[in-house]
């Protein structure tokens, strides 16, 4: 059943994009992070233009679940692992001030859009989950995140054994507030274009099929990257699915839910009833069909008397180690900037997202820890692989994982990946970026052929078999099985020749 909550909102026509134009920035993608970026630089006087392939709000935003919240859970924990305390810290002071910019933005355009306060909570739903809402809290309180322990959490209409307890939180219908912020940067002289989709892009030159755009700045908020080929960017990022589900005939709450695990259920309330999701995996694993039973599993458990009115997936693209990657692509070169990896939470994200590009396209100071990848990070990608090159050295922020095989890809066509690149990347999945004409291309060349029937999802590479655990990123070619997927899932190592 595909059905999703806030699909019937009415949107205003913007036209397609065609012809040459022109414009100080321009914005690739029509979601909650360029339109709240659009608004912001038409506010400042900067002349921008949008450019969205369908529709305003149909990707990930259309399946918001409209939680306003600084309470990010596990995502926290992340950040604290893979850059510390101080970075833990500036993301939640960034998400604190994030959730007072989107109520700011929501009572400012005049529009309903079902703005509520509430209260958020971490609940543990089974004894063996106590400790683990306990470390959180210790480390919540330590970044200065205003959270209390609960053993008695109002209205929650699940069994609950404690929670954490976060107040002054806020939701809203979160397309009838991106549709107000694009009417409000339209009017302030914001050029939006819509059902355009980017075919290619150059040197500040956006191209569409009808027509092109030029601009001394392009950003991509396109959520999933798109025309990317910095695989350090791709290294940090993975694809995961989440299942939702409208429920009518549910007790009545108040507050929003969040189970403390990874694959955990989250509720929030709906006039009538509620909006339950549930993690179901990285994209394209075998599992996530299992994962979607066990989901519909929980709900039914929770609420046996509920009646299923509309389900859906979405898609949410993760950094790997919390942070989302917001900024320049080259630290040197301001010219084409990326918002990606907000990790699922979208409302907040995509406003901390805009402010950190505002500052930048302004020529304001970042804060580096939400720098995305670049090739000159390659020394600190790859310096703990046993037996690379590089040597010893600190395991930065885009490091390796340990206990991967790696590949060299020398020899696969420029349509894939960059001219003259090495690249180190853990079995067994890679998703090649383009797998379609540049694939066919390459097979014609001979430098990409087909495995057996028995294996119809691989291609292979020439070359050695590659040994488990090695840094293969210097050594010239190998043989192994690459699955192609939707997506890429690399943690490599890069170098460039």
Not at 36 to 41: F, G, I, K, Q, R
Not at 78 to 100: N, P, Y
Not at 402 to 421: C, D, M
Request: hydrophobic share 40%; with cysteine; proline share 7%.
């Amino acid at each position: 059943m595909e059905e999703k909550y806030w699909q019937e909102v009415p949107e205003a026509q913007y036209p397609v994009l065609r012809g040459q134009q022109k414009c100080d920035v321009a914005i690739v993608g029509g979601g909650l992070v360029g339109v709240t970026l659009a608004w912001m630089l038409t506010r400042q006087g900067v002349h921008t233009a949008l450019v969205e392939a369908k529709t305003l709000g149909c990707g990930a935003a259309s399946g918001c679940t409209g939680k306003v919240t600084a309470q990010l859970e596990e995502t926290y924990e992340r950040v604290m692992r893979a850059q510390g305390h101080e970075a833990a810290q500036l993301l939640c002071e960034m998400q604190r001030d994030a959730v007072k910019g989107v109520v700011a933005l929501a009572k400012g355009t005049g529009t309903p859009m079902g703005l509520a306060s509430q209260t958020v909570y971490v609940s543990a739903l089974a004894p063996d989950q106590v400790p683990a809402v306990e470390s959180l809290l210790r480390l919540e309180q330590s970044i200065g995140l205003p959270v209390a322990w609960e053993t008695d959490h109002g209205d929650c209409p699940v069994p609950s054994y404690a929670a954490i307890r976060l107040e002054r939180q806020a939701l809203l219908e979160p397309l009838a507030y991106l549709h107000a912020l694009a009417a409000q940067a339209s009017e302030g002289g914001c050029a939006i274009f819509t059902n355009s989709p980017v075919t290619s892009l150059e040197p500040q030159l956006v191209l569409t099929r009808s027509g092109s755009l030029r601009a001394q700045i392009i950003v991509l908020c396109t959520g999933t990257p798109i025309h990317m080929k910095q695989l350090p960017l791709l290294a940090m990022l993975e694809q995961r699915t989440a299942m939702l589900a409208i429920l009518e005939g549910t007790p009545t709450f108040t507050g929003s839910y969040l189970e403390n695990r990874s694959e955990g259920v989250t509720l929030r309330p709906i006039p009538g009833g509620a909006l339950v999701v549930g993690d179901l995996g990285i994209t394209g694993s075998k599992c996530l069909r299992t994962q979607a039973d066990a989901f519909t599993k929980a709900w039914r458990q929770f609420f046996p008397d509920a009646r299923l009115t509309g389900s859906w997936v979405r898609q949410d693209v993760y950094s790997r180690d919390g942070m989302p990657l917001v900024g320049p692509l080259e630290k040197r070169d301001s010219h084409l900037l990326v918002a990606t990896g907000l990790s699922g939470w979208g409302l907040t994200g995509s406003y901390l997202a805009a402010r950190l590009l505002c500052r930048n396209i302004l020529g304001r100071s970042q804060p580096e820890a939400f720098f995305p990848a670049s090739p000159q990070l390659c020394q600190e990608i790859c310096r703990d692989a046993p037996g690379c090159p590089a040597g010893s050295g600190r395991h930065g922020r885009h490091g390796l994982s340990p206990g991967h095989a790696q590949v060299h890809a020398h020899g696969l066509p420029p349509a894939l990946f960059p001219s003259g690149a090495a690249l180190g990347m853990p079995l067994p999945r890679l998703g090649l970026l383009h797998s379609g004409r540049g694939v066919r291309r390459a097979r014609r060349r001979g430098r990409v052929h087909q495995p057996p029937a028995a294996a119809p999802a691989l291609m292979r590479l020439d070359g050695p078999k590659p040994r488990e655990g090695s840094c293969l990123c210097c050594v010239p070619g190998h043989k192994t099985a690459l699955p192609v997927s939707r997506f890429v899932d690399i943690a490599c190592c890069i170098h460039s020749s």
